[in-house]
């Protein structure tokens, strides 16, 4: 009589799942740090204009503030300076979501190296453009920064969201006669600096821009603007309300806003109005 030998399941199946642990260990990879001690910890942090480019010189660039949320004490700041970035890169190449995206062309950003003991929760804030105070944002955002762990590349990305808008013409201030035709000039552009024009990487047809006459804080007409190549702006004209209507002036704003990504600016300015002209007479 023949025997048959049966190997216990318990005995077979260590050796089955063996070769899987395995090759799951080999994947995991330690940190070559010390293990006690302060480690040298690198930040880059990337100021950038919503939907846009990154904040540069040519609007002032961008305060960058870091602080440890447990002692409130502040890590680092700085300005952001430098180039806004390549905008074909930027606004018209696809990209995959590990890609870099800013940092494959020379483009501003604000870099530290911190001395991290242990892992720290800090506040990154960010606030600009510092060249228009009128129109400054501020942001920011909370992470753990792992010592020795370097954050590069496109580094701690930070959105601030906007529209530059500047009346151009009349001049704040400038004073106004009474029933005269004027024309409300005002340029917009992104909080990066990049105009905002119609067909553009910023299609001014996509965004609601328009203008406004008050007296006082009362809203007496609605204006539809209209984009200028030649003066590269968007104007509208408006009668002057009558002198007696008007003793303390009149207020002009204008608005743009972008309801798809939630940017918005505006500029107003108050204006004194004079009683209209009188006819000249004739000399004979």
Avoid at 89 to 94: D, E, G
Avoid at 115 to 143: D, H, N
Wanted: charged share 20%; aromatic share 6%; proline share 8%.
């Amino acid at each position: 009589m023949t025997r048959s030998f049966l190997v216990p399941l318990r005995l077979i199946l260590p050796l089955i799942l063996l070769p899987c642990f395995t090759s799951s260990a080999k994947g995991q990879t330690l940190p070559a740090l010390p293990l006690n001690g302060p480690q040298p910890t690198t930040v880059l942090v990337r100021v950038v204009a919503h939907g846009a480019m990154v904040l540069g010189r040519e609007v002032g660039g961008a305060r960058v503030t870091i602080t440890d949320v447990a002692s409130g004490h502040i890590l680092a700041t700085g300005l952001q300076q430098g180039e806004s970035g390549d905008q074909n890169q930027i606004m018209r190449t696809p990209h995959m979501m590990e890609e870099p995206i800013y940092s494959s062309r020379p483009s501003a950003a604000f870099t530290t190296t911190l001395e991290l003991q242990k892992p720290t929760l800090v506040e990154i804030s960010a606030e600009g453009p510092l060249a228009y105070p009128a129109a400054l944002q501020r942001t920011s955002k909370t992470l753990l920064l792992i010592p020795g762990q370097d954050l590069t590349n496109d580094g701690i990305v930070l959105h601030l969201s906007g529209y530059l808008v500047q009346i151009e013409r009349p001049k704040p201030r400038e004073a106004l006669i009474a029933k005269d035709d004027v024309k409300l000039r005002a340029s917009i552009r992104t909080l990066s600096g990049s105009l905002v024009r119609p067909h553009g990487d910023w299609d001014s047809r996509k965004i609601r821009i328009y203008g406004e006459v008050l007296i006082g804080d009362r809203i007496i007409e609605r204006l539809q603007m209209f984009y200028d190549e030649g003066s590269r702006t968007f104007e509208a004209p408006f009668f002057v309300p009558p002198w007696k209507d008007v003793p303390d002036g009149i207020k002009l704003r204008v608005i743009a806003t972008d309801l798809s990504t939630g940017n918005s600016g505006m500029d107003q300015a108050n204006y004194p109005v004079l009683s209209e002209r009188l006819p000249t007479k004739s000399v004979r």
